[in-house]
């Protein structure tokens, strides 16, 4: 872990008994839903991290509690400092209070998660799917979403597949 | 030598009016100027001099699908772009014809996922499936002659038929 990035842990680890981990020298740390908001707007208001670099989640499908870890991976332009907040959900109704309001860039990283892993976030501006399109089905990058999306054609299952094939109408 | 001493030799040519009509279809059929991907960029350089598609009447990639006749779907097409590509073909006046260029618009190619159009069949009717990953220039061109050939095979109590 970066040195100058020891003191500004210690206060997390302090204000909100946040877990630490360290992976190939790279600060993780896990907290609750309820905690989420008041962390990201300590870091950006007192800590100067401005940026919201990444936003994504985990599936760790067939493990259920925690199924997902939502991840925050922050950055201070001003110290050149990067540090991950890792927040696990339960598999069902998956669900976290909004990080919008701290940072704007997070409204759309929002929208991305609900769509692709069907993470809910309380008091998101604007629900809705961004990169599928409305009336699909599932979450895509959930692990027990199907992988493939058609069987391949061969000559032993040509005629049976080609059957199923939603040809389209002139 | 040309067609006009012939013309002035013979005077008048007589022909068939389904031979007229079928030969003027293939001898400038426009396609559209729509490309989704990689495709695209051979569907570019067929058009550039080194192969020069134009030789075959269809020097003319048309930005608007009100003015083309033919539909070179050059790229893999995404649940999103599906219903735009309908309705692209559907602004397209009649008659109309398709080609499915490359392994992703034909069967979905190596894009065997949720968010592919596993071949374009799906979304409209398609005339030539040319294959390969992407096609050369050459299969582009073969594609569309097989499309002329098509053509030229139509029948106009067929195409009446079809319009009624």
Known sequence: MNKSLEPIVKVLQDAFGAALEEFREEAHLFLDPGQIVGALTMLREEHHFELLSAMTASDYWPQSSPRFHV??????????????????????????PTASGVYKAAAWRERELLDMFGIEFEGHPDPRRILM?????GHPLRKDFPLGYEEPQFSFNFDEIDLRKPYAKE | MGIEQKLGNMGVVTTTL??????????AMWPM??????????????????????RFGMELMRPSPRQSDLMIVAGRVSK?????????????PEPKWVIAMGDCASCGGVFNNYAIYQGVDEVVPVDVFVAGCPPRPEALIHGVLTVHEKVRGEKIKDQAEKYK
């Not at chain 1, 110290?79 to 998956?94: F, I």
């Not at chain 2, 999103?80 to 397209?92: I, S, T």
Request: charged share 20%; with cysteine; proline share 5%.
């Open chain 2, 18 to 27: 389904e031979s007229a009509v079928n030969w003027s279809r293939t001898n």
């Open chain 1, 133 to 137: 399109p409305e009336d699909t089905e």
């Open chain 1, 71 to 96: 991840i925050y991976q922050l950055t201070s332009l001003t110290h050149n400092l990067s540090l991950q907040l890792r927040v696990p959900v339960d598999g069902s109704n998956p669900k976290l």
């Open chain 2, 33 to 54: 100027l729509f490309g989704l991907a990689c495709c695209a960029i051979e569907m570019m350089s067929a058009q550039a001099s080194h192969y020069d598609m134009s």
């Open chain 2, 80 to 92: 999103k772009m599906g219903p735009v590509l309908r309705r692209l073909y559907d602004q397209m």
